[in-house]
């Protein structure tokens, strides 16, 4: 038999949780264990009038089942005092869910200006209010469990609700950054698309289509993104009915439109539809950085196969051959680089120690009995030694330095970096490897603090569109 998930010691916080979906996760949370915050505004489902009665049948409802729980009646907008009736009463905050939300459907010539900015105000800013009312708080703990509340109408659009939908897709948006900015801090962010019965569906749906959409059947997804034992982060899902689908991007391949030496035409967007369209094949970016790895591999073959000049082919030859035997082994000329302390705070600060956090004081406050420098700072010393043009007096290579990209990066620390001193860098090419639309130099940098070795690196340095010259591709010695 599975063992039941949990959530004693956790302060739940549900925003519109006077009825429908909220009221579901209200109870769902509290028969579990968590201490819940019950918030809703008591307005009608277009967002007119409030009043106590919602929030307050909820909590009792809560309480006579031998639950934790106090009510809320303040608007999303007022973010920080919805947290602070959390902390008022329980001490602490683990899990928001955004749930609050009003309709104002209208056509899309109809809308006004009020219309959409009550929209945009409960859902979309409600949301970013007391999400960032929680934030800093889930981060002290290094916990936090944060819900969005898309819908089906943002993702694929609806008739009649194009404010609505605006700010719906704009939640996932929110949660997709909340995702990244979170990770390191324990704090999870996702999205939910329910389709239940509610207010905002009680006039639109037959009774038995509603009795089959009812809360309870969205409730366990939530529930399980909130647990501290669930890592999924920058989810998008689907939920309804006891069904639960997952959702991700999915890009085709497209098609590269120019040539280097000519210019991009309209022309040529129509003659390659076809295949910009065609999903065979599709790629499932789900980062930033493989987003902008397509461009690039998309750069790098308009440089490569648009006539570049002969001085590429003719290297790159000379490279595969006889140049390599020059650069493998050459060392680049020594570089000593100084720093004070003032320059190690800067860089802990600027990775994001903060002096809220008290494990960080010792990486951002010179006073500090123990203060020292981040171990990482050594990468950033020894980078120096490569960064002065020595790459583009390797023997053999010809390095263009406004095409050398920084990859991966290996760090060996031997002894705690000196909170301020002189370093000598020693920076040699351990190997160099064809990758196709570049290459890749493999640079090993020592760093001495006089004649003790301090900490050793390994920088993999690609080199856009100076691949292809039938070099091997992996080598025994990256890290």
Same mark, same amino acid.
């Given at each position: 038999?599975?063992?039941?998930?949990?959530?004693?010691?956790?302060?739940?916080?549900?925003?519109?949780?006077?009825?429908?979906?909220?009221?579901?996760?209200?109870?769902?949370?509290?028969?579990?264990?968590?201490?819940?915050?019950?918030?809703?505004?008591?307005?009608?489902?277009?967002?007119?009038?409030?009043?106590?009665?919602?929030?307050?049948?909820?909590?009792?409802?809560?309480?006579?089942?031998?639950?934790?729980?106090?009510?809320?009646?303040?608007?999303?907008?007022?973010?920080?005092?919805?947290?602070?009736?959390?902390?008022?009463?329980?001490?602490?905050?683990?899990?928001?869910?955004?749930?609050?939300?009003?309709?104002?459907?209208?056509?899309?010539?109809?809308?006004?200006?009020?219309?959409?900015?009550?929209?945009?105000?409960?859902?979309?800013? !409600?949301?970013?209010?007391?999400?960032?009312?929680?934030?800093?708080?889930?981060?002290?703990?290094?916990?936090?469990?944060?819900?969005?509340?898309?819908?089906?109408?943002?993702?694929?659009?609806?008739?009649?609700?194009?404010?609505?939908?605006?700010?719906?897709?704009?939640?996932?948006?929110?949660?997709?950054?909340?995702?990244?900015?979170?990770?390191?801090?324990?704090?999870?962010?996702?999205?939910?698309?329910?389709?239940?019965?509610?207010?905002?569906?009680?006039?639109?749906?037959?009774?038995?289509?509603?009795?089959?959409?009812?809360?309870?059947?969205?409730?366990?997804?939530?529930?399980?993104?909130?647990?501290?034992?669930?890592?999924?982060?920058?989810?998008?899902?689907?939920?309804?009915?006891?069904?639960?689908?997952?959702?991700?991007?999915?890009?085709?391949?497209?098609?590269?439109?120019?040539?280097?030496?000519?210019?991009?035409?309209?022309?040529?967007?129509?003659?390659?539809?076809?295949?910009?369209?065609?999903?065979?094949?599709?790629?499932?970016?789900?980062?930033?950085?493989?987003?902008?790895?397509?461009?690039?591999?998309?750069?790098?073959?308009?440089?490569?196969?648009?006539?570049?000049?002969?001085?590429?082919?003719?290297?790159?030859?000379?490279?595969?051959?006889?140049?390599?035997?020059?650069?493998?082994?050459?060392?680049?000329?020594?570089?000593?680089?100084?720093?004070?302390?003032?320059?190690?705070?800067?860089?802990?600060?600027?990775?994001?120690?903060?002096?809220?956090?008290?494990?960080?004081?010792?990486?951002?406050?010179?006073?500090?009995?123990?203060?020292?420098?981040?171990?990482?700072?050594?990468?950033?010393?020894?980078?120096?030694?490569?960064?002065?043009?020595?790459?583009?007096?390797?023997? !053999?290579?010809?390095?263009?330095?406004?095409?050398?990209?920084?990859?991966?990066?290996?760090?060996?620390?031997?002894?705690?970096?000196?909170?301020? !001193?002189?370093?000598?860098?020693?920076?040699?090419?351990?190997?160099?490897?064809?990758?196709?639309?570049?290459?890749?130099?493999?640079?090993?940098?020592?760093?001495?603090?006089?004649?003790?070795?301090?900490?050793?690196?390994?920088?993999?340095?690609?080199?856009? !569109?100076?691949?292809?010259?039938?070099?091997?591709?992996?080598?025994?010695?990256?890290?």
């Amino acid at each position: 038999m599975a063992v039941p998930l949990r959530f004693d010691g956790r302060v739940v916080l549900v925003t519109g949780a006077g009825g429908g979906l909220g009221r579901a996760y209200a109870l769902a949370f509290a028969e579990r264990g968590a201490s819940v915050v019950v918030n809703d505004l008591g307005g009608d489902f277009m967002g007119v009038g409030k009043g106590s009665l919602a929030a307050d049948k909820v909590v009792e409802e809560i309480r006579r089942k031998g639950g934790k729980a106090v009510a809320n009646y303040d608007s999303v907008e007022a973010g920080e005092k919805v947290v602070k009736t959390a902390l008022d009463a329980f001490g602490r905050i683990d899990v928001v869910i955004n749930n609050a939300g009003i309709l104002r459907d209208r056509s899309f010539g109809r809308i006004s200006d009020e219309d959409w900015d009550i929209i945009q105000r409960v859902h979309l800013r !409600g949301s970013f209010l007391v999400t960032r009312a929680a934030w800093d708080h889930m981060k002290k703990q290094k916990f936090g469990r944060i819900i969005m509340t898309s819908s089906a109408s943002g993702i694929y659009g609806n008739f009649g609700q194009a404010n609505y939908c605006a700010a719906k897709l704009g939640l996932l948006g929110l949660s997709n950054c909340l995702a990244v900015e979170g990770e390191k801090s324990n704090i999870h962010c996702n999205t939910i698309a329910p389709t239940a019965g509610s207010r905002l569906t009680q006039n639109i749906l037959p009774d038995d289509l509603l009795e089959a959409l009812k809360p309870d059947y969205v409730a366990p997804l939530v529930l399980w993104l909130c647990h501290e034992s669930c890592e999924e982060n920058g989810g998008l899902f689907e939920v309804g009915a006891g069904w639960i689908g997952k959702l991700r991007w999915e890009r085709t391949l497209g098609a590269i439109v120019r040539q280097r030496t000519q210019p991009m035409t309209p022309e040529a967007v129509k003659a390659n539809w076809t295949k910009i369209c065609d999903f065979d094949n599709a790629t499932k970016p789900q980062r930033i950085q493989e987003s902008i790895g397509g461009i690039i591999e998309a750069l790098n073959k308009i440089d490569s196969d648009g006539g570049v000049s002969a001085n590429h082919t003719s290297s790159a030859t000379s490279t595969a051959t006889s140049g390599f035997a020059g650069a493998i082994g050459h060392k680049l000329p020594p570089f000593s680089s100084s720093y004070t302390e003032l320059d190690t705070i800067m860089y802990a600060l600027g990775v994001g120690a903060s002096i809220k956090e008290p494990k960080d004081l010792k990486f951002i406050y010179e006073g500090s009995s123990d203060f020292s420098c981040l171990p990482t700072f050594g990468v950033i010393l020894a980078q120096k030694s490569i960064m002065g043009g020595g790459l583009a007096e390797i023997p !053999g290579l010809s390095v263009n330095l406004a095409k050398v990209l920084h990859g991966e990066q290996y760090l060996e620390l031997y002894k705690p970096l000196p909170r301020a !001193g002189k370093l000598k860098c020693e920076a040699v090419v351990a190997d160099v490897l064809d990758k196709g639309s570049g290459l890749i130099i493999l640079m090993d940098v020592y760093s001495y603090s006089g004649e003790e070795l301090i900490c050793y690196n390994q920088f993999s340095i690609f080199v856009v !569109g100076s691949g292809g010259f039938g070099g091997k591709r992996t080598s025994d010695k990256a890290k």
